[in-house]
């Protein structure tokens, strides 16, 4: 079965996740489901409020781009972003390292083709404990570094949406409001909201 994912309007989204405690085959199950979840969707990254569990845990799969290379150092160890990836991140909390921070454009699974510029700084350090509670330290940059961002922000209760100028958010204002509206109408219906078929 495959894992729905919350739209905007659900509460879920803005809550602040539980730390993760327990490190067992649930959670490594959760993980898995997740993943599956996010493919199915084409998503590069999901936290665990977008499948109904405000928990501080998420998954991200970021593909290397020959254009765009990454930089990936985990404990230490400069390592190619594929050897790192899927990667599951329990209690993550991320530092930014001094970077340019850049604008680039983003979506988000539980806004179904709302896209809009975020700023974000380029490269952080993101502390987390993987599926057995072992902890980690990863460096990275570029779109990896972006994911876990915006993945860990929604671990807060925080979206995309927040994070946007204004001017940025006023271009797509009607389109999250009538998102809003459209997943509280199917709650009230007592249906549960879905990311809505792609249109051909
Ligand atoms: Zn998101």
Not at 63 to 86: F, G, Q, R, T, W
Not at 172 to 178: L, N, S, T
């Amino acid at each position: 079965m495959t894992l729905r994912i919350t739209q905007f309007g659900e509460s879920i989204l803005l809550e602040k996740g539980k730390k993760v405690t327990s490190f067992d085959s649930g959670l490594t199950q959760l993980a898995n489901d997740m993943l599956d979840a996010m493919d199915q969707a084409e998503g590069i990254g999901l936290a665990a409020h977008q499948i109904g569990k405000a928990l501080q845990f998420c998954v991200v799969d970021v593909p290397e781009h020959p254009e765009y290379p990454m930089a990936c150092i985990l404990d230490s160890k400069p390592l190619a972003p594929s050897l790192v990836m899927p990667l599951a991140l329990a209690n993550p909390v991320v530092s930014p390292i001094p970077s340019d921070e850049y604008y680039c454009e983003e979506g988000c699974l539980s806004f179904p083709e709302i896209r809009g510029e975020v700023a974000r700084p380029d490269r952080i350090s993101v502390k987390y404990q993987d599926l057995e509670g072992n902890a980690h330290e990863l460096e990275c940059d570029g779109l990896l570094a972006r994911c876990i961002q915006h993945e860990v922000d929604h671990l807060h209760g925080i979206l995309f949406i927040d994070r946007m100028e204004k001017n940025t958010y006023a271009e797509i204002k009607a389109e999250v409001k009538g998102l809003k509206k459209r997943t509280q109408e199917c709650l009230k219906a007592g249906k549960l909201p879905e990311i809505p078929p792609k249109q051909e």
